[in-house]
């Protein structure tokens, strides 16, 4: 090998450093991923928000509404797969940097938006698409190549993150609609997601390999992969394997249910349903905000639990306690607030996502090396079922006038989910047949 030729090695295969830093970097990459979330997750806290305001100037109905808000949902979950292969190849700087730019200007345009299908192309389409980049495929693919232990633990801080944006975000976003008007929040939401776009750049790195680090708990240093071409082809290929698989089906069957009963229920329609029963708009956002509070609490303990006890117990009952809750919520909605609906928002907020830390380490098991992209296929059945249920729900509140159906409703798919979860199987990791790219 020529010097010219040693020396290209040398640039593209970084060797280990001889020291060992005090705080491994990869903490710093999940801080930077967790402060990236946060940001991302100002567009989640507005969609609720919408609804009242939007029905009032426009006269749009809930259930049309609802529909662009289930596009949003849906591509969320439908990108994230495709977001996971693309990291692949082009690396998680690009993929994130221009997912939040695509964020910030659907928010920006609705500002002009005048009919009905503007929202769907700026809300849905924009936003779904730069949203869907932004999934926990991305905290899934973070975790997966920064750490060899603790998991289950960074993968519970990292989904944590969602959870604190809508902590920061929804409680002034809601100020902003009921003081002024929902066009400021929008902005609000266009600045923030564009604020973080040079943290990412800045500070985020795609592989330990990038810096000379082996992965956190790793014994042996890991040299960064190749790019991955066929990004497409290799997420549906992907896909192809795993449908053949049954722990694959129970998985993204009970994430269906987990979004239905979270992003596309209450998280849609907490705020409208509780302004139903004469609770003020701010303040019951300021309970959905507290729910954000619990929710960090629940979804890093779920990341704990999940490094010690059985994943698939643990889902069974994250969704069975869930369930019960839903079942008592439409008696606790009320004029005001009371200690019963208190123990609702801490009981729910600790349970909200809880499930995520559980379900990736069940994809970790069955599917190995492919299971972020796996993971972003299951988290597609998440957002179909939440952009379900967010359209449903608007439809079943024209049509009756009150939610109580589609709790109850929620309720039972979340008892099925439970029983789903124990029928998952603790195997070996499932040799994936050769995807041909």
């Not at 928010?107 to 949203?131: D, I, R, Y």
């Amino acid at each position: 090998m020529t010097q010219t030729s040693e020396a290209a090695a040398a640039v593209e295969d970084p060797k280990p450093t001889t020291r060992s830093p005090r705080i491994h970097r990869a903490w710093f990459v999940a801080a930077v991923t967790f402060v990236t979330i946060i940001g991302a997750a100002a567009f989640r806290s507005l969609p609720g928000l919408l609804i009242d305001p939007l029905h009032q100037e426009f006269g749009w109905s809930r259930g049309t509404i609802g529909a662009a808000v289930s596009v949003n949902l849906a591509l969320y979950g439908l990108t994230a797969p495709f977001a996971a292969a693309l990291m692949d190849r082009f690396g998680i700087r690009r993929v994130v940097a221009v997912a939040l730019t695509v964020i910030a200007v659907g928010s920006g345009l609705t500002v002009w938006m005048t009919a009905a299908w503007q929202l769907l192309l700026c809300w849905g389409l924009l936003v779904g698409l730069g949203s869907g980049s932004m999934a926990l495929a991305f905290a899934a693919t973070v975790t997966n190549r920064w750490f060899t232990t603790r998991r289950g633990l960074v993968s519970g801080i990292l989904t944590a993150g969602s959870a604190s944006g809508q902590l920061i975000f929804l409680p002034l976003l809601s100020w902003m609609v009921e003081r002024y008007d929902w066009r400021p929040a929008a902005v609000t939401v266009a600045l923030a997601a564009l604020a973080v776009v040079p943290f990412v750049w800045l500070l985020l790195r795609d592989h330990p390999a990038d810096v000379g680090l082996k992965p956190y708990g790793a014994a042996d240093f890991v040299p960064k992969p190749a790019p991955v071409t066929g990004a497409a082809r290799r997420t549906v290929g992907v896909l192809r394997s795993a449908v053949r698989t049954g722990p694959f089906w129970l998985l993204a069957g009970t994430f269906a249910i987990c979004g239905a009963s979270t992003n596309g229920l209450v998280q849609t329609h907490f705020v409208p349903a509780a302004h139903d029963h004469g609770l003020p708009v701010t303040t019951a956002a300021s309970l959905l905000a507290v729910i954000g509070v619990f929710d960090v609490v629940g979804t890093i303990a779920s990341g704990w639990f999940t490094d010690r006890f059985e994943a698939r117990r643990l889902l069974a009952v994250y969704y069975a306690l869930r369930g019960l809750s839903l079942l008592f919520l439409p008696m606790l909605l009320g004029p005001a607030i009371h200690p019963p609906m208190i123990f609702f928002i801490v009981f729910y907020g600790l349970d909200w996502v809880a499930t995520v830390p559980p379900t990736l380490a069940l994809c970790r098991e069955h599917y190995g090396e492919d299971s972020a992209i796996v993971f972003g296929w299951v988290l597609a059945s998440h957002q179909i079922g939440a952009a379900l249920v967010a359209f449903l729900g608007g439809v079943a509140r024209d049509a009756f006038g009150t939610y109580d159906m589609v709790w109850y409703a929620s309720g039972a798919l979340c008892a099925a989910a439970a029983l789903m979860a124990l029928v998952i199987r603790r195997r070996p990791a499932v040799v994936m047949p050769a995807l041909g790219v």
